[in-house]
């Protein structure tokens, strides 16, 4: 059990690695005909990637390939590599890294992109992460956008919120569910290495993040570089339980927060709540998305954040 809840912390992220570049430079590699590059921290190479035209995004460690050609044609996309999905991973000791550590990650790219004003978005618990990046650093940020992010993590209320909202499910999502998870534990092997058993862990768990429950999403999750230790850490360790509604993670910068109905990893109804310290939230919900709206509905996503962020 305590297995599956570890697997579980990191279903939470859909994250992909930017295609890698020479390393001639000791600090900062760029490749301007590309509009993509890579900035070196403690030797790991975080690469990043730039592409769109509009408003500058700042995405954080999550899969660019999810947003659609309209988000491109009004957002320009800066999508950036954080040490837990990077290709070229230099192990640390991660007794000494927190979520301090980490927003020093995302600055130093933010520096090298020269970003002094943009809107960051994360998805998952990554947008609880941009979140908090922009309670530290409002004078960067001007939006801040959350795709299925839970309002609170680590909690009680998160762990009944999520066993409620799927006792509630169709009978039909539930019985898939449980035949994925008895074929996970039969292709089971001493021999398959960590990457493919967590692969196949993430794809037996379909019917709780896709409304479309058949969904095979192997070829989302083969594109990914995982670092699992530094996973486990972050998610384990650097952002153990956290409450985006308490009075001292009000922030006075916009926020969108979209959620899918389908969704039973970050469940919509953590969302019912009423966060009245925060004004300026607007809660967005997708009814024929699960944990990925801004992929599964990504036509009326990029409509409802353009309307909204030229309202905001």
């Not at 800066?78 to 979520?99: G, H, Q, T, V, W």
């Not at 037996?204 to 409304?211: D, E, F």
């Amino acid at each position: 059990m305590k297995n599956i809840h570890k697997i579980f912390i990191i279903c939470f992220i859909i994250i992909s690695a930017c295609k890698n570049n020479s390393k001639d430079q000791k600090n900062i590699i760029q490749d301007n005909s590309n509009k993509s590059g890579s900035v070196i921290i403690d030797g790991s190479t975080l690469n990043y990637s730039i592409k769109g035209k509009g408003s500058p995004f700042l995405l954080i460690g999550s899969d660019p390939e999810y947003f659609s050609k309209d988000f491109l044609d009004n957002f320009r996309l800066y999508s950036i590599e954080m040490r837990f999905n990077a290709k070229e991973y230099n192990p640390i000791d991660l007794a000494n890294y927190d979520i301090d550590s980490l927003f020093k990650d995302i600055d130093t790219i933010r520096a090298v992109l020269g970003l002094e004003k943009f809107i960051i978005g994360g998805h998952s618990i990554l947008g609880a992460v941009a979140h908090k990046y922009a309670k530290k650093h409002p004078e960067y940020v001007s939006h801040v956008v959350m795709m299925a992010t839970p309002r609170t993590w680590g909690t009680s209320e998160y762990k009944d919120s999520v066993n409620v909202y799927w006792e509630n499910a169709p009978e039909k999502r539930k019985l898939l569910y449980n035949e994925k998870q008895k074929q996970l534990e039969k292709e089971k092997s001493d021999t398959l290495n960590r990457r493919k058993a967590f692969i196949k862990s993430l794809v037996a768990s379909g019917p709780k993040r896709w409304y479309d429950e058949n969904l095979d999403a192997t070829q989302f999750f083969e594109r990914v570089n995982y670092n699992l230790d530094f996973l486990y850490h972050l998610f384990g360790k650097v952002m153990p339980k956290y409450d985006l509604c308490l009075p001292e993670e009000k922030l006075d910068i916009p926020v969108f927060a979209a959620v899918g109905k389908s969704d039973y990893i970050a469940p919509p109804t953590l969302w019912n709540l009423n966060c009245k310290e925060s004004t300026l939230l607007t809660i967005s919900l997708f009814e024929k998305s699960g944990h990925t709206p801004q992929y599964e509905q990504s036509a009326l996503f990029n409509e409802r954040l353009v309307d909204w962020i030229q309202e905001n």
